[in-house]
């Protein structure tokens, strides 16, 4: 009775909130996404965070059949938060409205608001002894992509050749793709991509084909064709998102979710091949073997290094297609023993031909040869107000990487972490993706502290501070350097219809400096300050604004200071009788260099993570619109503009436009069949 | 040749870090407890060494020690004592300190003196003797200089600090020149949140360098144990440490991470009476 009566009321109080808050479901985790990419120099990495946060926000999860696998997989809640919402399901039963979320312990306005786009309210659980197939089949979810963009522009790429040894881009300009997915209960999911880059020939585009089966007896996981797998702190294997330093300073540890399907269009990261997970009483045992090919140059039968980037739209790139077979085999055991739970990874893997990039100082540890293997062991401990994680791992070489944390949860309105890494300047792991400064689980020393802190209702302060060592040489930096990494956050939301934040952020670090008088690299300091402050308001009739200035400094030694400028505003509509989204943007930069980059995020089509970044004088403007025909038909289409005021021609090579300004065209169809 | 590389790790720690800074006057030996070291060396607005009004706003006497070791450079360790003695008239302090090894040694005399003005606010002064030992060739050099503090709950969650180092001092003569102790000024505060939290924050400058801040955060995640965590800035150092408290015993641990020398490992023991 008190339950029903503190729900009735809270949601008289905060209906206005929560309303808003649905309105506006994108805003709250694509800022958080955007955040972390602008930390991280790893762009795969967020492309995968943000394709899978948007796979579950198009088909979000029920919160009264929510599980800790669910929960985990939202990297915004803490374990205290994942445990406390299990908890309340447990000791409450099934919640009677979504605003029930508020009285779970621990869980604040920020959160739920970042909560709410990727859970719905349905029905309670039914225990079923036997998996009912006919009707999950029958119930299957069917949905398919058709995505087309293409720049407006005529870049050289595809002009005619003006020399016969010219290189030319073989396809046609638009990018495109073609997805199916069908999920049957979350038990079975299957499903295919086919993509074309810009520039490339459909023949030469990406095909992808994933099976997975979850729950089914002791099977916890099947997965054949495409998929993804990450152990522990992802230290041995990790071909999923690795977290990083962002606004949720104090969640700093991965969270590696084991075997997934890829259903994304990433070309590099995945594995292909056959993944299975037992579970037996309170151990699960996972298996998995992959064979695929790699595009990678190679000289007389020696492979000198593997392609990172996945386009084949010129002669140069379709030489190094499937330059290399990669073979891989591991396995994987957890356990949990009450708040303790413990993992070990081994993974070995070989090539056909041996690795053996040109010797620089700066590669002389990295891997050379035919195979490889790494082995781990990972764990997580919960106590009290503690959560303690981290992992430790080593190559065949005898080389070790280690990372350790401690998250105190202070109290509801205080949490801070401290992460500790330490990855041997030899050690070598090709399938590993972790939290580092660099984008490789390599000569790298650090220490991480974090801190969230609600002082008073409607403020938030968070930041982190990061110092790290790199104690061998790294490209660009020839002598062991170091460097830190601070941000500070100050968020305020008083109304419901209105929020803002000011944010600092300093990050130094050491480089070759370009003095034309030198003999040698001198290496020598640089950094970049970047403030910004964002407001978002609401004046009703579904429409929004949001505000943002952004300014940063960049100082190198000898070398006079430059310094960047950005203005940007941005309205969405959503109207009440037409089934239609809108949403425009502007924003005007000033930089004095390349060093002054500006970062903008901007809405794009659905499952597309548009992160541009700007030098130079210009504006661009970009507008999208969403219409869904019926429920089962929507569209998207966007298209976005940038013009510079100081230059004539915009990029270089094949991508060179002549011309100072460029505009591309962005179109997404979902039929949910 | 692993001797000759330890002769050269010391000469070049002890010449690229302590000297620059020792001639134009030295903070080698300044006592710093492992407490306030674990929370960013932010002490100036806590019971520490560091403010000389901070024995009178809580009428605390203690005697404690202390030990640190820079980078497990024995040379380089500091060796501190304190005493302090509350009374209805005026509370009163001694404190010894020595850095150093035989070839060069800091030894500093301080006594304190500070008086609780009313019931949210104290004020102390420190007088210091600074006994120099630069090198075999040269004189012993003595300096005297005089600080200041204040501490003020102005708040009942929010106390502020403040003291300036140096107010008054004497000058001394080496080979190279004159030199004296540089002026330095603390500006801090604390803030308590609940039975169990404590953030602190400082900002430090001196006449000669750019400033430093430093941030910490002390939970109490046990009535006895205190965890401790900080950062400190020019260099960027982050820091640690635990504090435990018996009866009218406190035994307190704390690291300063420099990212290229190591770990600044410091101890402190504490009797309250």
Redesign the interface.
């Known amino acids: 009775m008190n339950r029903l009566l503190i729900t009735f009321l809270l949601l008289l109080i905060f209906s206005n909130i929560f309303s808003q808050i649905v309105d506006n479901k994108d805003n709250s985790w694509s800022d958080f996404v955007n955040e972390i990419a602008e930390s991280t120099s790893n762009e795969q990495n967020i492309n995968n965070l943000y394709e899978e946060l948007s796979q579950i926000h198009e088909n979000p999860f029920n919160i009264n059949q929510i599980d800790r696998n669910q929960l985990e997989r939202l990297p915004f809640l803490s374990e205290e938060q994942i445990e406390n919402i299990q908890a309340y399901l447990y000791v409450n039963g099934p919640m009677k409205s979504i605003f029930e979320l508020k009285l779970v312990k621990d869980l604040d306005m920020k959160t739920i608001e970042m909560l709410l786009p990727f859970v719905y309210l349905g029905e309670p659980p039914v225990s079923e002894q036997k998996i009912a197939w006919q009707k999950l089949f029958r119930k299957a979810k069917q949905t398919t992509y058709f995505r087309f963009d293409s720049n407006l522009n005529e870049k050289v790429g595809f002009s005619p050749k003006v020399d016969s040894a010219d290189s030319r881009y073989l396809g046609t300009a638009p990018y495109s793709f073609f997805k199916y997915d069908f999920n049957a209960g979350n038990k079975i999911q299957f499903g295919f991509v086919a993509e074309k880059d810009a520039g490339e020939r459909i023949k030469d585009g990406f095909f992808s084909f994933h099976f997975l089966m979850k729950d089914v007896g002791i099977v916890k996981r099947l997965a054949l064709g495409r998929y993804k797998l990450a152990f522990g702190q992802g230290l041995a294997m990790n071909t999923n998102f690795a977290m990083s330093k962002s606004i949720l300073a104090s969640n700093v540890a991965t969270r590696a979710e084991g075997v997934s399907r890829h259903f994304s269009t990433d070309e590099i990261n995945y594995l292909q091949g056959a993944a299975i997970t037992l579970g037996y009483r309170k151990h699960l045992f996972s298996f998995f073997v992959s064979a695929k090919n790699a595009a990678a140059s190679i000289n007389d039968s020696v492979l000198s290094s593997i392609k990172t980037d996945a386009y084949f739209n010129t002669e140069n790139d379709l030489k190094q297609r499937n330059g290399v077979m990669m073979y891989l085999a591991g396995t994987n055991w957890q356990h949990r023993f009450g708040a303790l739970k413990l993992g070990a990874t081994a993974v070995y893997y070989a090539f056909d031909k041996p690795l053996k990039p040109e010797i620089r100082k700066d590669n002389y540890f990295s891997f050379r040869g035919r195979d490889n293997w790494n082995v781990s062991i990972d764990y997580q401990y919960r106590w009290?107000?503690?959560f303690a994680f981290g992992e430790t791992a080593m190559s065949v070489n005898g080389a070790l990487a280690s990372l350790n944390g401690l998250s105190?949860n202070?109290?509801s309105?205080?949490k801070?972490t401290?992460l500790q890494r330490s990855y041997s300047k030899s050690y070598q792991a090709y399938y590993s993706a972790s939290f580092a400064e660099s984008s490789r689980t390599e000569n790298e020393?650090g220490?991480y502290?974090g801190?969230q802190?609600n002082?008073y209702r409607y403020w938030r302060l968070s930041g982190y501070?990061d110092?790290?060592?790199f104690p061998w040489l790294k490209y660009g930096v020839d002598a062991p350097s170091?460097g830190?990494d601070?941000m500070s956050q100050l968020d305020f939301y008083p109304k419901e219809w209105l929020k803002m934040y000011f944010r600092y952020k300093v990050k130094q670090k050491e480089k070759n400096l370009t003095d034309p008088d030198a003999i040698v690299y001198v290496v020598g300091k640089y950094d970049l300050q970047r403030f910004r402050y964002q407001c978002d308001f609401s004046t009703g009739d579904r429409i929004s604004f949001r505000t943002g200035i952004d300014y940063n400094v960049y100082n190198e030694e000898r070398k006079n200071g430059t310094d960047g400028f950005a203005l940007s505003q941005s309205i969405s509509k959503s109207f009440t009788k037409l089934p239609l989204e809108f949403d425009a943007q502007i924003l005007l930069f000033d930089t004095q260099s390349y060093d002054n980059v500006i970062y903008s995020s901007e809405k794009n089509v659905l499952y597309v993570f548009s992160f541009p970044s700007f030098s130079g004088k210009g504006y661009r403007y970009s507008i999208n619109l969403k219409y869904d025909l019926n429920s089962k038909l929507s569209f998207w289409l966007k298209y976005a503009e940038t013009n510079y005021s100081n230059r004539e021609i915009i990029s270089s090579g094949l991508e060179e436009i002549k011309g100072h300004s460029k505009s591309d065209l962005y179109f997404l169809m979902r039929w949910k069949m | 040749m692993k001797n000759t590389i330890k002769n050269i790790k010391l000469f070049t720690v002890i010449f690229g870090l302590i000297f620059p800074t020792f001639g134009v006057g030295s903070e080698n030996n300044h006592i710093s407890d492992a407490r306030s070291s674990a929370l960013g060396d932010a002490s100036v607005s806590l019971s520490s060494p560091e403010n000389p009004s901070s024995n009178s706003l809580h009428r605390e006497s203690s005697l404690a020690i202390h030990y640190a070791n820079p980078f497990g450079v024995k040379e380089l360790s500091t060796v501190s004592a304190q005493l302090f003695y509350a009374n209805r008239m005026l509370d009163l302090g001694v404190s010894l300190s020595r850095f150093g090894y035989e070839k060069y040694n800091e030894t500093t005399i301080s006594g304190y003196f500070s008086r609780k003005l009313s019931s949210r606010l104290a004020l102390g002064v420190r007088i210091n003797y600074l006994s120099l030992m630069m090198s075999e060739y040269e004189d012993r050099k003595s300096v005297l200089s005089g600080d200041i503090g204040f501490l003020a709950e102005v708040l009942p969650k929010l106390t502020i600090g403040m003291s300036v180092d140096h107010l008054l001092r004497t000058k001394y003569s080496t080979a190279r020149g004159d030199f004296e102790m540089p002026l330095i000024l603390h500006l801090g505060a604390n803030y308590r949140?609940?039975k169990?939290?404590m953030?602190v924050a400082e900002i430090e400058k001196d006449n000669l360098n750019d400033p430093l801040l430093k941030i910490g955060?002390e939970?109490l995640?046990l009535e006895e144990v205190a965890?401790r965590?900080g950062?400190l800035t020019n260099p960027?150092?982050?820091t640690?440490g635990i504090g435990y408290s018996t009866g009218h015993f406190v035994f307190d641990v704390a690291s300063i991470?420099h990212?290229?020398l190591g770990f600044n490992t410091q101890f402190s023991m504490k009797y309250k009476f």
């Open positions: 009290r107000r503690f105190v202070v109290s309105t205080f801070t401290l020393q220490v502290w801190i802190w002082p501070a110092a790290f060592r170091d830190y601070v | 949140q609940g169990d939290l953030l955060c939970y995640s965890l965590i950062l960027y150092r982050p640690f991470y990212l290229i």
